[in-house]
C-alpha cells in the first residue's frame, strides 16, 4: 500500500509509474484508490494509466465500484468511469448508462457516454440509442460534434431512420450534423470537415440528398 503513495506525488512522472507498477501487479486492495484518483488527477496520460490499471483487475469488482462513480457530482469521475467502463466492456454496465449521462451538459462526461453506449449496447437495443444519440445533434463544437457522429457510425446502418428524421428539424445546426453523419457513414475517409462543408452545400441547395 506504500506503492500508491505515488499516486499522490506532485510529479506526473511518478504517478505515471506508480499506476503502471499497480496494473502490472493488480491487487483488488487497489481498485478503491485508483478510482479515486480518476476523478482528480489532472494528467491525461497518467489518467489513461489509471484506466488502464483499473482494466487489469476483476470486472467483478472493478465494474460495481465504477458505476457507483456515475452518481458523483464530479464531472470529472463521471467521465473518466464511464472511458473505463468503455475499455473494461462489461456489459453488465449498461443499465448504468443512462439518458442523463448521454445528454450530459459537460461535454466530456456526454462524449465519454457516447463511447461507452456505443461499446456496451446489447444486440436489438443499437435503434433506441441511436434515437437518444440523436437528441444531441447539433450539440457544441466541432470536436464534440464528431465524437457523436462517430459514436453513431459505429451502430451502423440501424441509424438512418434517425438520421433521416433529423435531417428535417427546424435547427439549420442539428440538419447539418445528421447529413454530416450521414455522408461520413457513406465515406468513412471523407474527413468530418469535409462532411460539414458538403452538409453546408446541401442545404444551401435546399435538398437533404435523399435523392442521391
Not at 25 to 50: H, N
Not at 108 to 123: C, G, I, K, M, Q
Not at 181 to 193: Q, S, W
Amino acid at each position: 500500500m506504500r506503492a500508491l503513495r505515488g499516486l499522490e506525488n506532485s510529479s506526473s512522472s511518478v504517478r505515471l509509474q506508480t499506476a503502471l507498477a499497480v496494473g502490472t501487479t493488480p491487487d483488488s486492495r487497489f481498485i478503491e484508490k485508483l478510482i479515486e484518483r480518476c476523478a482528480i488527477e489532472p494528467d491525461f496520460y497518467v489518467r489513461d494509466m489509471l484506466t488502464w490499471a483499473l482494466t487489469r483487475h476483476p470486472s467483478s469488482m472493478s465494474v460495481p465500484r465504477l458505476i457507483d462513480e456515475l452518481r458523483s457530482e464530479r464531472a470529472q469521475a463521471r467521465s473518466q468511469a464511464l472511458h473505463t467502463l468503455s475499455k473494461i466492456g462489461d456489459r453488465q454496465a449498461w443499465p448504468a448508462i443512462t439518458r442523463a449521462l448521454l445528454t450530459d451538459a459537460d461535454d466530456e462526461v456526454a462524449r465519454s457516454a457516447w463511447r461507452a453506449a456505443v461499446v456496451l449496447v446489447p444486440e436489438g437495443e443499437e435503434a433506441g440509442l441511436a434515437g437518444v444519440l440523436a437528441t444531441q445533434l447539433g450539440r457544441g463544437k466541432r470536436e464534440t460534434q464528431l465524437s457523436l457522429s462517430r459514436a453513431l457510425i459505429a451502430l451502423g446502418e440501424v441509424i438512418m431512420p434517425t438520421l433521416r428524421a433529423a435531417m428535417t428539424d427546424p435547427d439549420p445546426r442539428v440538419r447539418q450534423h445528421a447529413i454530416a453523419t450521414e455522408r461520413l457513414l457513406r465515406d468513412p475517409d471523407a474527413g468530418f470537415e469535409f462532411a460539414i462543408e458538403e452538409a453546408k452545400r446541401i442545404m444551401a441547395l435546399g435538398t437533404t440528398g435523399k435523392e442521391e
